[in-house]
Structures are given as C-alpha cells and as structure tokens.
C-alpha cells in the first residue's frame, strides 16, 4: 500500500515536469536543496500559509515509499515532521494529481485526504 505525501504546485510547472520528465521541484524546493512535502494532516495549513489565494495550482500525491533514503522527515514549523524530498522527484512515484480550485471564500477544495 503507498504511503502518500503530497506535493503543492502550479500547474504550469507540473505541466513542465510531464514534458521534460522530471520535476526538480519549486524555486523555494531548489533555494532549500530539497522539495517541500506535506503529510495529509498537513496540506490545508499547507495550502493556506503558503498558497492562500492562489489558483491554479495542482495537489501531487506521491508513494513516499518508492522515494528510498532521499525521503526524509524533519522537523518544520513548529516542531512537526515533514516529509523532504533530497532529489529529483521521480514521476513514476505520482500516484495521482488533482486541481486545488478556489471556493466562493478564496479557500482551497481539496480531495479526500485520509491517510491511505
């Protein structure tokens, strides 16, 4: 059964890694050294500290175990493990994506996200 983490990014760039086959991650990723993931618990505070507003944007699931030792769990805001990825994000690991509309508040709909 996969381990789902869970990737938020504009679909343009998503787009981009489809095309060229590999998704390096985000500008703040490639600042960092790693890709930013979020657990299940984690994507609505996720989405509204560092994506409130913005539409566009696609919801990336990925099988955590297929990411080997790259994947590591470290400690965030406020203490809280998060999962980081040290590597190019291999994209036979995305399980599936699903857009992340806006509600008539400017919130992000998000899909059914109990931990898998």
């Known amino acids: 059964m996969p381990n789902l983490i869970y990737k938020i990014t504009p679909q343009s760039e998503w787009q981009n890694a489809v ?16 890709i ?3 657990t ?3 994507v609505p505070t996720t989405a509204a500290l560092h ?12 099988d955590g175990n297929m990411l080997g030792d790259t994947l590591k769990f470290e400690p965030s805001r406020g ?5 980081h990825l040290y590597a ?11 857009p992340m509309p806006l509600d008539e508040n400017g919130n992000h709909v998000l ?3 109990r931990e898998q």
């Open 19 to 34: 095309e060229t086959g590999v998704f390096a991650g985000a500008a703040i990723d490639l600042k960092d050294g790693y």
């Open 79 to 83: 203490g809280e493990l998060f999962p």
């Open 40 to 42: 299940a618990s984690q």
């Open 36 to 38: 930013h993931f979020s």
């Open 111 to 113: 899909p059914d996200l």
């Open 51 to 62: 994506f409130a507003g913005q539409n566009d944007l696609l919801l990336v699931a990925v």
């Open 88 to 98: 190019a994000l291999p994209l036979d690991a995305v399980v599936w994506t699903a």
